[in-house]
């Protein structure tokens, strides 16, 4: 008895693999033909198994029309291979190309030992709670025992004992500084733009457009001058200290720091962090200007104040204390982006995703405290009536 | 006579977190031996030389370097006990953002009191001893992965360490550097008399240079056999030490010494 199985919807001539079914009693050979290669069609195993007669002694193969063959044979091979062990029958595998089996008898070979890794199964909805409680716990941990380890070396570096290279503080005191300047003046502008924008719709209703200048004034100078360079210092400084330490740390080169008996907070984070704190000010004051000068130009543009008024309104809303309340505002916000970026690099694992996952991580760290204590020094400015 | 012991693990159990890697580790490394440490890969060789160079802290037992307790030791002990080691580390390890004098400079300048001519003298010094004279103002990048391992070792033996530690040296390079590598360390104990112990699988090297071993088993999760490499591809019994000497029974005799070791440990499995 022949069965024949050919695929029934053929894409190409050469392209198709047939298969035919003998069975001789309990003696089964299956007939290979045409093309059996990735691309080609033909029939799967769980097509042809019901064409199997159901008692099998043996499975032999016949490929004299065999035309081609690759891994993708190996595949249905394979099927009847552990078909045929299931139901307890030998396999010949004498008539297949040597190729092929050669193949198989490497593809069968188990494993001297059972590679170990861990059970993977989904966790319940409390137990991703526990872990992420008991994550969030001891992130803060981490994040307390950094401020103790940069309080440490602080005081270390106070009293003479902390050493890092002065070229890279200089090379950080550029970067964080006359290097961040195009963008942060650029956004600086444009948030003193909007501000203006926003505000001129409203006051024109009451006519009371010459307080334009105290909105942007106010605006810029307490919140949103140092808020905006602080951002823009997460993304573009607090990221690229977290990848260098990060690289550092899959470099075996914070190792190589410890076992020479220097310690990397002195070394890599204190030059950071003294960078970022004494450019974030200025940048943060530099910010402040541009900001006012972006709504200056809305105020000319679509209200028609002339400069002088609006210089003069602007030194009569803005005082000193608010440009302190901004200036305050940047030196936290300094420490912070520098603090988060340091942080998430010391903290990176030994891998290259580990260290996008690191930057990834201190962008996000400093932005939630950068908001966050914005948000508390506000409130509490209010209640101290500064 | 037999060398001082100069460096002796008890118990040692390394573990991360409740995952025990190697337990129950003994063995000593004596004054002017080449160690080495082998072993299957995940076994925690380079574990092993963190918990020796005061980068982890074993889960139990101990490591005495001469008569001290690493790890119960002050921090000012432990400092002092690394100023004398020196290591080279797999990837090398230079500081990217400095050229080669400020590598090699660095450890200098953090522990001795030298003025800045005479680190300058010896940064020059140390970088002609590794083949690398002329090279000071180059940065790491600049450089290939053979000459970054020089220059690594340069900064590790910038101190004249007593203990040189090495994180599989020849990883990366070709065969012709490797050799002029071993070649170096073989220099570098007879000249600055350090005892030298070195992470690896690299056969050549093993049988080249190592005059005392032990082997990691991963399975077993302890140490399976140790004493001189040579000796323990003739007589170990342990099917899996010897099919890693024989690299899986395909070599022989694979590396016959031309350069005999001068001290022979006895060994024991």
């Known amino acids: 008895m022949q069965e024949t199985y050919s695929p029934k919807n053929t894409v190409a001539p050469g392209s198709i693999g047939t298969?035919?079914?003998e069975s001789i009693g309990t003696d089964l050979c299956l007939h290979f033909s045409g093309s059996w290669v990735i691309g080609s069609t033909f029939p799967s195993f769980l097509e042809i198994q019901p064409l199997f007669p159901g008692t099998i002694k043996s499975i032999s193969f016949d490929t004299t029309n065999l035309l081609a063959w690759d891994s993708r044979f190996l595949i249905i091979l394979n099927d009847i291979s552990e078909y045929a062990v299931k139901n307890d029958t030998t396999m010949i595998a004498e008539g297949l190309p040597s190729g092929v089996q050669r193949l198989l008898v490497l593809s069968s070979a188990s494993p001297e030992k059972a590679p170990f890794k861990p059970e993977e199964k989904i966790p319940s909805f409390f137990e991703t709670v526990g872990n992420k409680t008991t994550h969030l716990i001891?992130?803060?941990g981490e994040l307390l025992s950094f401020t103790g380890a940069v309080s440490l070396s602080y005081l270390r570096l106070f009293s003479g004992k902390a050493q890092f290279l002065t070229s890279d503080f200089l090379y950080f005191l550029e970067e964080c500084g006359p290097s961040?300047?195009?963008i942060v003046s650029l956004i600086s502008v444009l948030v003193g733009i909007i501000l203006a924008f926003v505000g001129a719709v409203q006051l024109?209703?009451?006519g009371a457009e010459i307080y334009i200048a105290n909105l942007v004034g106010l605006g810029m100078t307490r919140e949103m001058g140092a808020m905006m360079a602080a951002i823009i210092m997460a993304g573009r400084t607090g990221a690229a200290f977290a990848a260098q330490l990060g690289t550092m740390q899959v470099n075996e080169e914070i190792d190589a720091l410890q076992t020479?008996?220097?310690d990397p907070v002195d070394f890599l984070v204190l030059p950071r962090l003294s960078a970022l704190l004494i450019m974030m000010p200025l940048l943060a004051l530099w910010a402040d200007l541009l900001g006012i000068g972006g709504g200056f130009l809305i105020a000319a543009l679509t209200l028609d104040i002339s400069m002088v008024e609006y210089y003069n309104q602007t030194i009569n809303a803005v005082v000193l204390r608010h440009f302190g309340v901004g200036l305050f505002k940047a030196i936290i916000f300094g420490y912070l982006v520098a603090f988060s970026g340091c942080l998430r690099g010391m903290q990176c694992g030994r891998s290259a995703s580990a260290v996008g996952t690191a930057a990834t991580s201190a962008v996000v760290t400093a932005i939630v405290l950068i908001v966050v204590s914005d948000a508390v020094m506000t409130v509490l400015f209010n209640i101290l009536k500064i | 006579m037999q060398p001082q012991p100069l460096i002796t693990v008890s118990n040692l159990t390394m573990a991360y977190g409740s995952f025990i890697l190697q337990r129950d580790l003994n063995f000593t490394i004596r004054q002017g031996d080449i160690f080495i440490i082998m072993g299957d890969s995940g076994c925690g060789k380079s574990t092993l030389l963190r918990h020796m160079i005061g980068l982890k802290e074993p889960a139990a037992g101990s490591i005495h370097f001469h008569d001290t307790n690493f790890w119960?030791?002050?921090?000012?002990?432990?400092?002092?006990?690394?100023?004398?080691?020196?290591?080279?580390?797999q990837s090398s390890a230079l500081f990217s953002s400095m050229t080669l004098a400020e590598n090699v400079a660095l450890p200098l300048r953090q522990n001795s009191d030298l003025a800045p001519n005479e680190i300058a003298e010896l940064v020059s010094l140390k970088l002609r001893l590794v083949g690398l004279a002329g090279f000071d103002q180059f940065y790491p990048s600049e450089i290939s992965g053979g000459m970054k391992k020089r220059a690594a070792l340069a900064r590790a033996i910038a101190l004249d360490p007593e203990i040189l530690f090495f994180d599989e040296p020849s990883a990366g390079l070709d065969p012709i550097?490797?050799?002029?590598?071993?070649n170096l360390i073989l220099e570098l104990r007879d000249s600055l008399n350090a005892t030298i112990i070195i992470v690896t699988h690299e056969l050549a090297s093993i049988f080249a240079i190592g005059n005392n071993s032990i082997f990691l088993d991963s399975d077993s999760r302890t140490m399976i056999a140790s004493g001189p490499p040579q000796t323990l591809l003739q007589t170990t019994k342990i099917h899996k030490v010897k099919q890693f000497l024989t690299r899986g029974g395909t070599l022989q005799n694979p590396f016959p010494i031309s350069q005999k070791p001068d001290k022979e440990t006895p060994s024991h499995e």
């Open chain 2, 72 to 89: 119960n030791a002050s921090e000012g002990q432990r400092n002092q006990i690394m100023r004398q080691c020196g290591i080279l580390y």
């Open chain 1, 138 to 140: 001891e992130d803060c």
């Open chain 1, 204 to 206: 024109q209703l009451f």
């Open chain 1, 19 to 21: 298969i035919d079914v």
């Open chain 2, 177 to 182: 550097s490797a050799s002029l590598l071993d």
């Open chain 1, 260 to 262: 020479m008996g220097i």
């Open chain 1, 180 to 182: 961040a300047l195009p």
